[in-house]
Structures are given as structure tokens and as C-alpha cells.
């Protein structure tokens, strides 16, 4: 899964530890979804629906 330099920005703000099990499910969610690259759009809709 491809991800803009935006989202993956936005990825870094997540701390380290949870990191990977949050790239996992928003790169998931986005799969759902149609989604072939993680935007910040994406990335928040995907934050939005696990927070």
C-alpha cells in the first residue's frame, strides 16, 4: 500500500509502540474501502472510525 509523504507525516505522530498495529489497520481500512493510496484523507477517516 502506497502512502503520500502527508500521511505518512501523520503516521509519525502516532507513538512508536502502536505504530505498526496502526499502520496495519488503516492500510485495512483503506483495502475496505477501494483505497490503493493512504492520503491524509484517508488516514483520518480511518483514525475517525478506530478512535
Do not use: D, H
Not at 17 to 46: D, M
Request: proline letters at 4%; charged letters at 35%; zero cysteines.
Amino acid at each position: 500500500m502506497e502512502w503520500t509523504s502527508e500521511a505518512e507525516a501523520k503516521l509519525k505522530e502516532i507513538p512508536f509502540f502502536v505504530r505498526p498495529a496502526a499502520r496495519k489497520k488503516i492500510e485495512k481500512f483503506a483495502q475496505e474501502n477501494g483505497e490503493t493510496t493512504i492520503t491524509v484523507e484517508v488516514y483520518q477517516r480511518a483514525k475517525a472510525k478506530f478512535n
